[in-house]
């Protein structure tokens, strides 16, 4: 129930729902392609690092080549014998040809599912039951590994295309990307098969990466997908072809619509990287117009620029950054909605920007972005401005994969620092009676994927999707996130505790990787803390402490009494910033370090709390005893 009276659809936004429908009335992905490939057949499309030709760095397909690749993949996987609805399920890294594995499913009307490249035997095995596949794209030999339970058990899959690796495969099912492409010459019936799908047909589901139990396979419609590709590069002010890297796992809602739904729309060029550790590099190389980042990507952006500085012996270079980042923030704060750009702030920011803001961004590799972005969780205030002092607006979305993405955003025209924005357009947003933010729209998935229970909890009787997140709005209308219904600290004495600001407050020390607040049913809050694996070997130098004589690795640097000292000092810091009861009372700092592949954190870098909590049960028994 929400705290409006009625539930029913503001005039103004059926109106603009209304204009967005005719737009992508009969449209669907691969009708787009192809009309991308009409529009911009010789312009660069996609990118990748495999079979780069002698003397390059990327090889590079056109438009116009991948609507006859996409069209070949779908010619194929009609000749194996996949019919309309027929799942296609995809765990390969980041590459051109995982786009075409999934445009050429499409366009045979079947259902492409990329699946995160992390999970373990027994969670592909799950959603292979669930799914039911037919054909199965897999990278190499250690994705077919994950996958042999799943091939052994589950009948329905009846081919397997292996990118690399085929020769280490013993599976009569299993063909080269080559040999499925050779299948597909001839092409004269896919167009007979786009004419089958349907606005209601799923375009892809989506699987959630299991982080509380069992995957959930999100639906979402060919309807979904179009109206959330239009609806965001409106709100975001996009228009022609933009320069962008994909480097989060395609199995994410945000790099799909940024790298597989949007880019037919605008006819961009996408460079797909296989691992994201490669990313400041592609930066440096492709200087994108258009850039999306979790926030902890641009936390590692932040702390890499802040320690650069600090190394600067000179005071009078530390003094000339500091003005032209104040003048900088300056500059991005009279762009927040409501504000007034004044002469002086213009002329101070050109000033810092040609002296050393410019460069700066030159540096990395983000001198010619339009549009920065940050989703998958609340971006913290003070990476933010930071951003905003060299010149980068940085705009926070919110949404999540049951609505296909975005459903509010910050744009040119609506921006305000600490917030999530507005509602993108015909999609409606309210705060439930308990702070809760629903939302109801076109983008909002059908359902979870034979998983009734679980639908009838997310969506309501009207139609309200609960994304469980508590939140607020300003008079202006822009959402913010608070932190995870479910997440929230009520410490013994019934103070309810957002644990994510106490956790932004604690990593806005450089020498901080990760931390996490826990105090559910306690009388105080602790926090469990782990280094910075590229900072804290840099804080030690400065130290005077040399690796291999000082200490050996990060889990010696961890317990040397300087470095701990400044921890502590990030702490206190942090504390002077929280009321009495968020303060930390008690911290650990860990031996190991938190990244993508450890088992702490999602594919998308997000704290698995519960993981955390019970892998570290001894750890906090210890703080709070």
Known sequence: MTTESSTEIHPDVAAVREQYEARILGLHMPAQVRAAADKHGDSPAFSDRFDVPEGETWSTITWAETWELTQRVAAALIDLGVERGDPVAIMAANRTAHTLADYGAMAAAAIPMSIYNTLAQEQVAFIASESRPVVVVLEDHDRYQRWERALAEVD???????????DRVDDPRAMTWDGL??????????????????????????????????????????????????????????????????????????????ATYSPPFLGSHVHAIPDPAGLLGALGEVHPTAFFGVPRVWEKIKTGISAKLAEDPDPANQEMVR???????????AQQYGATMTPEVEEAYAKADEAILGFLRLLLGLDQVTWAASAAAPMPLEVAKFMGGLGLRVYDVYGMTETTGAFTSNGPDHFKLGTVGVPNPGIEVRLAEDGEIVTRGPVNTPGYHRQESATRNLIDADGWIHTGDIGTVDDDGFYSVVDRKKELIITSAGKNIAPSNIENYLKESPLIGHAMALGDDRAYVVAILTLDGEIAPLVAARMGLERGVDYLDLADLSTKEPIRA?????????????????????????ADEWTAESEEL?????????VVRTKYADVVDRLYG
Not at 156 to 166: K, W, Y
Not at 581 to 590: G, I, M, S, T
Not at 602 to 610: A, C
């Open 602 to 610: 999602t594919p998308t870098l997000k704290l698995k709390r519960r």
């Open 181 to 258: 492409l050779a299948r597909g010459g001839d092409t004269s019936g896919v167009e007979a098969r786009m004419e089958r799908i349907t606005p209601d047909l799923p375009a892809t589901y989506l699987y959630t990466s299991g982080t509380t139990g069992n995957p959930k396979g999100v639906v979402l419609t060919h309807h979904n997908v179009m109206f959330e590709a239009v609806s965001t590069l409106d709100n975001a002010g996009l228009v022609g072809p933009q320069r962008s890297i994909s480097y989060l796992p395609l199995a994410h809602i945000a790099e799909r619509v940024l």
């Open 566 to 590: 400044m921890v502590q000092a990030a702490v206190d810091a942090a504390n002077e910033r929280l009321s009495r009861p968020e303060q930390v009372k008690a911290w650990e700092l860990l």
């Open 156 to 166: 329905s899959i009846r081919h397997v295309v292996m990118l690399a690796d085929v």
């Open 323 to 333: 003005n032209a980042m104040a003048a900088g923030l300056a500059w991005t704060e």
